[in-house]
């Protein structure tokens, strides 16, 4: 699914899913997430029971902030550095 685009996390997210996965920007890309309204998305369809996930590796999570913005788990790869 292509988080970049809204409607697609719409039709994706059902009320069973448990886990949402972002990665943003997208890597070769740069597709770009808003990570607040894609938790809101998962959040609200699954009565809050998924979990967001952002893989911030590329933009790292200093410039992003997932968690101030609805994410509950935030992955980042030291290696790449």
């Known amino acids: 699914v292509d988080t970049s685009e809204e409607a697609q ?3 994706a997210v059902t009320k069973d899913t448990k886990m949402l996965w972002i ?3 997208c890597n070769p890309i740069v597709r770009v997430t808003d ?3 894609a938790s809101s998305l998962a959040k609200d369809v699954t009565n809050g ?3 967001v996930v952002v893989d ?3 933009a790292t999570p200093i410039a ?3 968690l ?3 994410a509950d788990y935030v992955v980042h ?3 790449k550095y």
């Open 9 to 11: 996390i719409e039709k």
């Open 77 to 79: 790869s030291l290696t």
């Open 64 to 66: 992003t902030k997932p």
């Open 56 to 58: 911030s590796t590329f």
């Open 49 to 51: 029971r998924a979990s």
């Open 35 to 37: 990570i607040r309204r």
């Open 68 to 70: 101030q913005l609805g």
């Open 23 to 25: 990665e943003t920007p």
